[in-house]
């Protein structure tokens, strides 16, 4: 069995529970996954708004906790490695989005906690926080649901619904949504990362050029 089957199987077996606990440890395949079984309504009425609400509110849990350890053992997360290595990459979005960079960090690989910790190292306010937090989050939890709710859909309209086409169909759904969450964790976490450093080199260049203007005697 592998991590996409292991997260089907947890999510079938504990539904809306496990989509919240595995939301706060590996939000994207999972919500991907519960967006693929909401289509088929598998967690009731208002299946999707379920997904929406329960991955939101892991996900909210989730940015709590860092933004918890950074506040409360900032000294001692300043030293360890994965602090180290993303504090660079959070300064440079941080620096041209503000504190609104939540949003963005969710969709870079390796700096949804980090941004989190970062926050609570730097001691922002803890209201600020937790309204961009969950702001931050229900918009994750709809872009990637909604992604698994789409592709099912278009899945079921070539082939059906997957609950009674047993292994075949799993795979292709498993196939599909693996192949959405690699293109995220590659292509659109480099664009972000690219785009906001173009941006950075632009504000640069342009603040040098205004310093050789107000430098020049007229």
């Known amino acids: 069995m592998n991590s996409l089957q292991f997260l089907s199987h947890l999510i079938e077996q504990y539904g809306l529970y496990a989509v919240f606990f595995l939301a706060m440890v590996e939000g994207d395949i999972t919500l991907l996954l519960a967006g693929v079984l909401a289509h088929s309504a598998f967690f009731n009425d208002y299946s999707f708004a379920r997904v929406l609400l329960w991955g939101t ?42 504190s609104l960079s939540i949003f963005l960090s969710k969709y870079i690989y390796g700096l949804r906690w980090a941004s989190c910790t970062f926050y609570g190292v730097g001691r922002m306010p803890y209201l600020r926080f937790l309204l961009l937090s969950l702001g931050s989050c229900f918009v994750w939890v709809l872009i990637l649901s909604g992604v698994g709710y789409s592709f099912s859909s278009a899945v079921m309209r070539l082939i059906g619904d997957f609950r009674h ?36 080199g632009d504000r640069t260049r342009r603040d040098r050029g205004l310093e050789r203007i107000e430098g020049r005697d007229y």
């Not at 192949?179 to 906001?196: F, G, H, M, N, P």
């Open 165 to 200: 086409l047993g292994k075949i169909l799993l795979v292709i759904v498993l196939a599909g949504v693996a192949a959405v969450y690699l293109i995220k964790r590659t292509w659109l976490s480099k664009k972000v990362e690219d785009a906001a450093r173009a941006v950075a």
């Open 57 to 98: 509110l892991g996900g909210f849990a989730s940015d709590n906790l860092a933004y918890a350890a950074g506040r409360v053992c900032g000294k001692t997360i300043r030293d360890f490695r994965f602090y180290r290595i993303a504090r660079p990459r959070i300064e440079r979005l941080t620096d041209r989005f503000g």
